[in-house]
């Protein structure tokens, strides 16, 4: 069994992570300033320090395996008009977490990348080996800190993986999405069907897809966070292996609120609005070098099942406070 710090913990895709590693027997150390997390969002069993990963070398030592690292700022938008608030986040905290696991002799990395480092694909399904041209900041932070890892690993030896995360979505027992103000899709449309929002716009249905409306790779969290340990067994010293993480799949807007619709039995009004500049009209990954390399397969890929449990866990929130 292993000792893993998670930066990043209290937020959506880190708290489902450290709940599998609890899970699978490890002993799991949550770093998070809580700037977008939740204290409560974070696993019961789970060491958590309250701080920030410019700091990190204050609490990382030799006895960790390994460091899995989700904390970024991640709005698009946002980094559009603050993008200095990126670069410091995303790229200065990274770098000071890379110094503080050479200065401990932790060699082990799992990242959070982003299929938002390719920006408009020149290929479908979208390879590792594709042109990254980022559209927003957000995206180049990613890829900036992507470069870095491949640095780090040439020169000191790290065992890195970066996982290129599609859209995620989902939720696991009671881990969940919530991110304020919220920019995904399935949670914005659960909103409307919790009566929080009145309508769902859909921007843009003149792209050429087969209704109009953008298409999307939707990826359960529970598989995402079961490719985080098999990348944890996969890493290999000295090399920095980049990995997709998709279905394979899209799902159209229109498709996605239809699915809701089922779901929660809500009728789901929707106003179409004017496309939005930077969102290509379809993002699917191939996840080949996931299946090749980690040993990676997803299970969950049925959007319904995906939309039930995304479903369960907004239900389970006290909207009230
Ligand atoms: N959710 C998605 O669809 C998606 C897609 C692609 C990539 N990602 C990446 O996955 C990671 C996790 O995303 P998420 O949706 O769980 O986001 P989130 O906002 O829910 O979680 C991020 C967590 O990091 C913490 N944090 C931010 N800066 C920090 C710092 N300097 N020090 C310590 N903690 C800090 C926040 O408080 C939060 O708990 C991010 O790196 C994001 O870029 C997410």
């Given amino acids: 069994m292993s000792k893993y710090l998670v930066t990043g913990g209290a937020g959506y895709v880190g708290s489902v992570v450290a709940q599998h590693l609890l899970e699978a027997g490890h002993t ?9 997390g939740f204290r409560a969002g974070v696993p019961a069993g789970v060491d958590f320090i309250e701080g ?3 700091d990190a070398a204050k609490w990382l030592d030799a006895s960790y395996d390994a460091v899995l690292h989700f904390a970024a700022f991640s709005q698009v938008g946002e980094s559009v008009v603050k993008p200095e608030k990126y670069w410091d986040n995303n790229v200065g905290g990274t770098m000071a977490l ?3 696991m050479r200065t401990a002799g932790v060699r082990k990395l799992v990242f959070s990348s982003t299929a938002a480092t390719y920006g408009e694909p020149v290929n479908t399904p979208i390879t590792e080996t594709d042109p990254t041209a980022p559209t927003s900041p957000y995206g180049a932070s990613k890829l900036a800190v ?5 640095g780090e690993a040439a020169a000191h030896g790290l065992a890195a993986v970066s996982l290129r995360y599609f859209n995620v ?6 881990c969940g999405e919530r991110h304020d103000p919220e920019s995904h899709l399935i949670p914005l449309v659960l909103q409307v069907a919790q009566g ?3 309508a769902i716009s859909v921007f843009g249905d003149d792209y050429p897809t087969p209704d109009g409306t953008c298409v999307r790779d939707y990826i359960h969290v529970a598989d995402l966070a079961e490719a985080h340990l098999l990348a944890l067994d996969a890493a290999t010293a000295g090399e920095h292996l980049i990995c997709n993480l998709g279905n394979g799949n899209g799902f159209s807007v229109r498709e996605v609120i239809e699915t809701v619709r089922t779901v929660t039995g809500h009728p789901i009004p929707e106003v179409t609005a004017p496309r939005r500049g ?5 993002l699917v990954a191939s996840a080949k070098t996931a299946a090749d390399r980690l040993g990676w397969q997803p299970r969950r890929a049925d959007l319904a099942g995906i939309v039930a449990d995304a479903w369960a866990f907004a239900q389970s929130l006290d909207h009230t406070s």
Wanted: glycine share 8%.
């Fill in 278 to 282: 930077g969102d290509p009209a379809v």
């Fill in 146 to 150: 992507d470069h870095m890892i491949s």
């Fill in 28 to 36: 799991v150390t949550v770093l998070d300033n809580l700037s977008t």
């Fill in 169 to 174: 979505a989902g939720a696991y027992g009671s």
């Fill in 52 to 54: 920030d990963i410019r």
């Fill in 98 to 100: 890379l110094a503080a």
């Fill in 196 to 198: 929080r929002r009145e």
